[in-house]
């Protein structure tokens, strides 16, 4: 039977620990907050009372079903030491509640990290977003910057008329390289503003995007978007993109015909024809370094709705039905790996790893597809805008003159710290010149001072719009217009030649 131990749980890291204060402006209830990420992107920073709440609220519901202890409360301050043993106990805490079966998936913790972003949601704003399909077409949805990635979402199938039924069939995923590279898909609790914002400050080299993508494995489950433009749009133009990237497998005939279809532009029969490729649908993770067949084995591991695969020279299956579950841990050198618990034919239970760049991701497709298995085993309904779990929408407040939300005071900490860089270079060449100028009277010398403010790049703008939830439509360029009698809300329709299936 399949693995039905191995449901939602995340994994949860310190990154670091910040100090804080309760009045801002005069610098008054000084108290540090520890930031926390979860499946590698930042969520929120908490106060050590936040966790013993959280605490407090296991053990009235469920008593000690943790081993790991919760830090004790110091009534005094911490030294150096002291402040890292309490953020290792802190981690490892936190760590184990995310992980555990019945936890990560109860209300008590969902609830939790939906209300701990008190400091994101103090005074929520409005805001709008670039959602990005595959092709690299995007649509601006208006929102507020406490809006859940759920909401956001919603917004954007809104804006091109999905029905209902088959919106939880696509999320909204973090990618960058634009588009090309996958860096997880976003949570229900996420702010996607506030992830992007963060992704800013700690991730300046890379340029993020929301992107929506399928969220399933099984692909004969498209059958049921046949009858709807929009459904069939969506599956269509991540299928092109496959059919691109030259990893789909296909007789000479299968090819012939995929290509005759698309001739025709009848995207239910490319799809169709699809559905018979068994490398169609799947989520590749190249460059891992897994323990199995052999330790330091360098692969790449291939997840489809049956199995995953490690692909050496040849493809060592491990069956969805068998896996019994699954970590993602920290690696001697910082890195993330991905531990996976399996048992054989003969009953064996092996452990494998598999590192990874991307392990956030590898894990959480792992959680997809088993989900997946395990609620069309048991013939679940998929959820919907209407049954998805809510969480609380805070209010919009009037926000005093004198505060600035966190990524506001980050580009001031930065502006200070460029002039700060600026005037010491001044200074330096001023000095050299000078210097330069006494000692040597026989040549001139010419010392030439060049400085620039560089600011974050930022893809996304506060809208002044009075209605959050309306979408500002398709971004349209002259030619994308010359196309749109062939495209439905601006779907790129690609010629693929014989090379590239």
Known sequence: CCCCCCLWTMFVAIADVEEAFEDVENKKGAHLRYVIQINGGFHCTLRYSQIFSLNKSILAKYGSIIDAP???????????????KRTKGLEEYLQEVCQHPVLA???????????????????????????????????????????????????????????????????????????EHVARILQP?????????RLEYTD?????????????????????????????????????????????????ELKQSILSAKSKKDKAEVLKLLHNLRSYNNASFFKC?????????????????????????????????QLRGWTINKGENSGLFVSLQYRKQDGEEIVVTVETVDAVHLYMSLHRLVNEVVRLREKKEIPTPKT??????????????????????????????????????????????????SATSSKERRVSTSSSTSSSSISFTTSQKKSPRRSSGSKKTKKDRQQESDLEFGLRHTSIGDNEL
């Open 70 to 84: 919760l830090p004790p409360k110091r009534p005094l301050g911490l030294s150096a030491a002291q402040l890292e």
């Open 105 to 179: 998936q109860s209300d008590v913790l969902l609830d939790f990290l939906s209300n701990a972003q008190e400091e994101i949601h103090m005074y929520t704003e409005e805001t709008s977003l670039d959602i990005f399909l595959i092709s690299g077409r995007s649509t601006t949805v208006n929102c507020f910057t406490s809006d859940r990635s759920d909401d956001v979402l919603e917004y954007f199938t809104t804006a091109i008329s999905l029905p209902d039924e088959f919106v939880y069939y696509f999320g909204l995923f973090l990618v960058w390289d634009d588009g």
């Open 189 to 197: 609790f996420e702010c996607p503003f506030h992830v992007l914002k």
């Open 204 to 252: 300046p080299k890379r340029t993020y995007q929301l992107q929506v993508r399928k969220t399933y494995f099984f692909s004969r489950i498209e059958t049921a978007f046949f009858d709807n433009q929009s459904a069939l749009n969506l599956a269509y133009v991540q299928a092109v993109k496959e059919l691109k990237s030259a990893r789909l497998l296909a007789t000479d």
């Open 289 to 321: 370094n897994c323990s199995y067949p052999k330790p330091n084995t360098r692969a790449t591991v291939v997840l489809d709705f049956f199995s995953l695969r490690i692909r050496t020279n040849k493809d060592h299956v491990f069956k969805i039905a």
């Open 388 to 437: 998805r779990k809510r969480f609380a929408q805070h209010e919009m407040k009037a926000k005093p003159d004198s505060y600035l939300p966190w990524y506001a005071r980050k580009d001031e900490e930065k502006q200070a710290l460029d002039l700060k860089d600026d005037a010491t270079s001044t200074s330096t060449t001023t000095t050299t010149t000078t210097s330069t100028t």
